[in-house]
């Protein structure tokens, strides 16, 4: 097991002690008060069966990580937890006021949407008004309710701290996974600025060196010397970029546009006149370079073009300027010049496309001579943060002060014997203890040295102890923030060390001041809950937190898997190309003297590999290929993964399904998730293949329905969809099911064998 794995099982094992711990002090207190008030066998047994069962639903049911929460075992189970927590009242109608922060939690967990909310306040508010009937006082009800609602919230977040350390673990891992795809994407992009380049000069000189066989033998000889040139090292290039970077050589780039140029019929002028530059900034202008170039030729009938490669302080600049503009700039505007721009800014660079007033096109591009570190430009940037994480923040802000409350709340029966002065200073304790419960014990980004969390820690103590020394009330402030502030700002086994000794302490403290019996282990109790939950839910914070900062990364990773596996397509599909024209280039050499006929034979055959391999370059690039069925579902599920959508594939074998038929539902199944994740916010999707001896069915369902679909359901991509399919003799359905969910439906009939 490796440490990261030994970690993630101690963060586990940690999370379900947190819960059981806090959990079953709940019950314990309850049961407390049960027998406070008689012990019989009867109230016994009745009680502890009852509090066992809320146990069990809780943790074996609501709290158990990978529980199906909105099925009917579930709604059940919910159902079963409202008989224990209002049945038993009948029996003890005082003594069971603490066991409605398990229904409310668990409602949060089951219900959908604002139902779980409203349930959630109502089981609240139930608790005040049934103790209406046993305790007149005001500011005992508003307590039972007050309790019940931040009990609620204890359960709900700490029933999600296991889940979301499974999470956790999940994305890491799949994060790991990815780590060498997103790397190598970097690296990539390579593949489009060097092949279209030397495709295009191959096409070029081909051309030139079939006209020239026969009547300039010689300088027909020099191009094909240069068309092996250009053919190898473009093979080398891309073998090169599919598993690592390729340095540019700028000065090789600038005799390479010259000769290409130059053999092109454009009068060239180039002037070079440059400082060192670092290895980026010198790839970056000579890939600029090369695509201009590549552009000049493809796209304008320019005959003049001027190169100006300049220094300007710490600036390095490139003009490339030509009398040839394209008639619409913005086609231009294509991946090449996109991909420029991103290399351009990803070292804090520019580049500019523009036609000006005289007919003339201008590419021009600057950097810096010396950018930054690769590793500060390709670090971390700072991202919005989530509703999960937001709402985690909520959860914990609302608990503590929760807890603040209800302290204050015990301590206001003391009043006639403490005072106005009292109850301020009491107050005072606890606003001190709150403020640095949320502003830096829970707060992991804020570093704080040992000296600093030891005064952190001294100044909660004396919120705690000094108050209770002067008025002899164990019921001020909360000390279950000082020993869970000090599990979390110590080294973990002086933490909880610390925190034993806090926990224990509260027997003398209350002993000290006069109570006994159930009192005693109340304060036990209490002190031990409030600090795990002080602690558990800071944990949950920081695991949200981390969570959020991994999907980002993930959704990234899984794009960069996407787009690699368009980079390894190019090198499939080129590898092959630039090998021929390699081969039947230097059987041309050897033929243009002895048999020019034949060597023009095969020039043509050079010339149509050439012209094949651009269009497989563009077919690539714009992913107009076959498509794969296989690859097209494991890139939904990331996709769907990394936007947060809950995804389930169910998908019977398909290998021996027609080509034809698996493409088109490929491309159904790429559309239906583009259109998922564009136009609905669905929580849950659901890919689900069956084929039978006849038939091929593909359902995607989700919950989120789409506003499009409601004002436009036959837009331009479903109609697409729905000619593919219909082509084959189909059938493709779009919209609403009786269960409130969108499906996409398409059935494909397969030919008889």
């Keep these: 097991m490796t440490q990261r794995q030994e970690r993630s099982s101690v963060s586990r094992r940690l999370a379900y002690f947190v819960i059981s711990v806090v959990f079953a002090n709940y019950l314990l207190d309850n049961f407390l008060d049960v027998v406070k008030v008689s012990v019989t066998p009867a109230r016994v047994v009745g009680s502890l069966a009852c509090l066992l069962a809320i146990g069990y639903l809780q943790l074996g049911v609501f709290s158990r990580p990978g529980a199906e929460l909105r099925s009917r075992a579930a709604y059940l189970a919910l159902g079963a937890m409202a008989a224990l927590v209002y049945v038993p009242l009948l029996f003890f109608p005082t003594e069971w006021t603490g066991m409605h922060g398990f229904l409310a939690g668990s409602a949060l967990l089951v219900l959908p949407g604002r139902i779980r909310w409203l349930v959630y306040g109502a089981v609240a508010v139930s608790n005040g008004l049934i103790q209406a009937w046993s305790v007149p006082d005001l500011s005992t009800q508003v307590y039972y309710m007050i309790s019940s609602l931040v009990a609620g919230l204890v359960v709900y977040g700490l029933s999600r701290l296991p889940s979301q350390v499974k999470q956790l673990e999940e994305a890491r891992s799949e994060l790991a996974a990815l780590a060498v795809s997103q790397e190598r994407l970097r690296f990539a992009r390579d ?154 800014t990803a070292i804090d660079g520019s580049l500019l496309a523009q036609v000006s007033p005289g007919g003339t096109y201008r ?183 981390e969570l959020h900062e991994a999907r980002e990364e993930l959704a990234t990773a899984a794009v960069a898997q996407e787009r690699l596996r368009f980079a390894r397509d190019l090198h499939d599909l080129l590898g092959y190309s630039l090998s021929a024209i390699t081969l039947k280039s230097e059987l041309t050499h050897r033929l243009a003297t002895i048999d020019p006929g034949r060597a023009r034979q095969e020039l043509t055959e050079v010339l149509e590999i050439s012209r094949q391999a651009l269009a497989d370059v563009r077919s690539v690039a714009l992913s107009y290929r076959e498509l794969s069925f296989d690859e097209e579902t494991q890139s939904a599920q990331a996709l769907l993964s990394a936007a947060d959508i809950e995804v389930t594939v169910q998908i019977d074998a398909c290998d021996q399904l027609p080509t034809e038929v698996k493409v088109t539902l490929a491309t159904v199944l790429r559309e239906g998730v583009t259109n998922l994740l564009r136009h609905s916010k669905a929580e849950h999707c659901e890919i689900v293949l069956s084929s039978s001896q006849h038939l091929v069915t593909m359902d995607i369902v989700n919950d989120g329905i789409p506003s499009t679909e409601r004002r436009s359901p036959d837009g331009s991509g479903i109609g697409n969809l729905t000619t593919r399919v219909r082509a084959l003799g189909g059938d493709l359905q779009a919209g609403l099911t009786p269960e409130h969910t969108y499906r996409l439906r398409a059935e494909i009939p397969l030919p008889l064998n």
């Design 363 to 545: 590419l021009h591009a600057e950097v810096p001579a010396e950018p930054v570190s690769e590793e500060q430009a390709d670090g971390p940037r700072p991202a919005g943060q989530s509703m999960a994480t937001r709402f985690a923040q909520v959860l914990f802000t609302t608990v503590v002060i929760g807890y603040g409350l209800m302290s204050l709340s015990q301590v206001a029966y003391d009043y006639p014997h403490m005072g106005l002065t009292g109850m301020a200073v009491a107050l005072l304790a606890t606003a001190v203890q709150l403020g640095l419960v949320l502003g830096l014990v829970s707060r992991t980004r804020v570093r704080l040295g040992l000296a600093g969390r030891l005064a952190v820690l001294a100044v909660m103590a004396v919120c705690v102890y000094v108050p209770v020394w002067i008025y002899g009330n164990p019921l001020i402030a909360v000390p279950g923030f000082l020993a869970g502030s000090a599990a979390l700002l110590l080294p973990r086994l002086y933490g909880w060390a610390a925190f034993l000794v806090i926990a224990a302490g509260q027997y003398f403290m209350w002993t000290a001041t006069g109570f006994t019996g159930s009192w005693v282990v109340y304060g036990l109790v209490a002190v031990t809950n409030h600090g795990l939950v002080l602690y558990g839910l800071t944990r949950l914070r920081v695991m949200v937190s």
């Design 191 to 344: 593949l489009h600025d060097l092949l279209g380049f030397s495709l295009s000069a191959v096409t070029l000189k081909v051309e030139l060196a079939r006209k020239l066989l026969g009547a300039h033998t010689e300088r027909a000889m020099r191009e094909l010397a240069e068309i092996l040139g250009i053919a190898r090292e473009a093979l080398t290039d891309v073998r090169a970029v599919a598993s690592s970077y390729r340095e540019l050589s700028l000065a090789d780039e600038i005799e390479s546009a010259r000769s290409v140029l130059a053999a092109a019929g454009v009068a060239t002028t180039i002037d070079a006149d440059h400082r060192e530059l670092s290895p980026r900034s010198r790839t970056v202008l000579a890939t600029v370079l090369r695509e201009g170039v590549t552009n000049l030729l493809r796209h304008s009938e320019a005959t003049r073009c001027t190169i100006t490669i300049s220094s300007r302080g710490d600036t390095a600049t490139i003009d490339i300027v030509n009398d040839g503009a394209p008639a619409q700039v913005d086609a231009e505007r294509g991946s090449g010049l996109t991909n420029l721009a991103t290399r351009a």
